[in-house]
């Protein structure tokens, strides 16, 4: 089954750039997604389509998507930016979701 | 407004069943792909399975861990997605969400299930 990895957690100063990348096996051939979940909440999707945003989600969020590694990138991190974020596609061979395992942002 | 409320979580033994419900609301709910997404305390997200439109045969799908246990339905009379789940295991404690799985825009607030004896 295909396999989504992500480091277990990232560290950065408030006004900072935050990367968190999502390692698969051709990835950059896949549709991500990716997921902010605060602790208590739903998920929210941030970024769709490797590097769309959905309405209502700040600039400062932006993604992309190639060969084996997608990332996400938050740009002049905020302290509300704290979360967990998960990247996600769908596996044509298998038809199914991937979830990868998440990444625990900190803002120092 | 689109609004996704789960409902049906609770206690329940291992090797029992239990049914969730996901009403929907804001939406057209017959033309849309739902899915159900779970995760236990602590830990990731998981896709648990989908179910297609009507329009596209309605098809379910599962991962893997859940096949064969659980059976994802829909109700489009009543807006409502399903999710029945037997032979639990105590590994599927969780908190359980609906989602539009078209885009994964929406999601419930989630419905926590756990198995214990």
């Known amino acids: 089954s295909y396999v989504l990895s992500q480091p277990p957690s990232v560290s950065v100063a408030p006004g900072e750039t935050a990367r968190i990348t999502c390692g698969g096996n051709n990835v950059g051939t896949k549709s991500v997604r990716w997921f902010q979940q605060k602790p208590g909440q739903a998920p929210v999707l941030v970024i769709f389509y490797d590097d769309d945003r959905p309405s209502g989600i700040p600039e400062r969020f932006s993604g992309s998507n190639s060969a084996n590694t997608a990332t996400l990138t938050i740009s002049r991190v905020e302290a509300g930016d704290e979360a967990d974020y998960y990247c996600?596609?769908?596996?044509?061979?298998?038809?199914?979701?991937?979830f990868g395992a998440g990444t625990k942002v900190t803002v120092l | 407004e689109v609004q996704l409320v789960e409902s049906g979580g609770g206690l329940v033994t291992p090797g029992g069943s239990l049914r969730l419900s996901c009403a929907a609301s804001g939406f057209t709910f017959s033309d849309a792909s739902m899915s159900w997404v779970r995760q236990a305390p602590g830990k990731g997200l998981e896709w648990v399975g989908r179910?297609?439109?009507?329009?596209?045969?309605?098809?379910?799908g599962y991962a893997a861990p859940v096949k064969g246990r659980f059976t994802i339905s829909r109700d489009d009379s009543k807006n409502t997605l399903y999710l029945q789940m037997s032979s639990l295991k105590t590994e599927d404690t969780a908190v359980y969400y609906c989602?539009?799985?078209?885009?994964?825009?929406?999601w419930g607030q989630g419905t926590l299930v756990i198995v214990s004896s």
């Open positions: 179910i297609k439109s009507r329009p596209d045969g309605a098809t379910p």
């Open positions: 996600q596609v769908w596996d044509s061979s298998s038809d199914h979701y991937v």
């Open positions: 989602t539009t799985a078209g885009n994964f825009y929406d």
